[in-house]
């Protein structure tokens, strides 16, 4: 089975930056994703990490260590349009056939305040 | 590129009926999987399909079924509604191990 924690809310001020953290606890694992949710809106992807390191995308960044089952997303020069939820998944052991599930944990609010 | 498109956008039931949600999936995509999201929670794996075939299934009754078309397009059936249905529904399209792409969901709500 899959156990994925990441906490549940967060604030943060304008201008700063923020990690959240994920930790994760699976029976197979081939990648980790950070999605994006507005409210009232779809995920919308933001970085994929399968090696361990970190993966930069313009103000946001990913890393990854599998052998602690642990990653963060690390969001720069927060926006107020950064307020949003952040979701952590996992993917299991691909099973063939373009079988592609994810395991998401319950997400994590951001606030970020001025 | 047209994204992924679902349809209706909100939707109220009684419980005990049935419903079927719709789902477009993105240009080129062959895969589409649906997830239920509660309030509050994250999204929970439903089932996979991939060239009209389910190949994944999560955690959920026979109750929850689904088909794919041969235009990649997709239903999500749930028959005897209960109350615990209530919830976001939404549909993601996918190229074999790309990321998921998400509609933007339909609102379920079981009175």
């Known amino acids: 089975g899959q156990n994925i924690d990441q906490p549940t809310e967060m604030t943060a001020t304008e201008g700063a930056i923020v990690q959240i953290n994920c930790t994760y606890q699976t029976s197979g694992f081939n990648g980790l994703f950070w999605y994006q949710q507005h409210a009232g809106e779809a995920p919308t992807f933001l970085s994929y990490?399968?090696?361990?390191g970190l993966e930069e995308k313009g103000r946001f960044s990913s890393f990854l260590s599998r052998s602690k089952g642990y990653s963060y997303l690390l969001l720069k020069e927060l926006q107020m349009k950064d307020s949003a939820s952040y979701l952590c998944?996992?993917?299991?052991?691909?099973?063939?056939?373009?079988?592609?599930?994810?395991?998401f944990g319950k997400g994590t609010k951001l606030s970020v305040i001025p | 590129e047209t994204g992924v498109t679902q349809s209706p956008t909100h939707l109220i039931k009684t419980r005990g009926q049935q419903v079927t949600l719709r789902c477009s999936s993105q240009s080129g995509h062959n895969t589409v999987s649906w997830y239920q999201q509660a309030l509050g929670q994250g999204p929970q794996f439903i089932f996979q399909y991939y060239r009209e075939e389910e190949n994944g299934r999560g955690n959920f009754p026979p109750r929850f079924s689904g088909l794919q078309f041969p235009n990649y397009s997709s239903e999500l059936n749930v028959n005897a509604l209960e109350l615990d249905d209530s919830a976001l529904y939404l549909c993601?399209?996918?190229?074999?191990?790309?990321?998921?792409?998400f509609g933007n969901g339909t609102r379920l709500t079981v009175t």
């Open positions: 990490n399968v090696l361990d």
């Open positions: 998944a996992v993917r299991g052991v691909y099973s063939g056939a373009g079988s592609y599930q994810l395991t």
């Open positions: 993601a399209s996918s190229l074999e191990g790309s990321p998921l792409h």
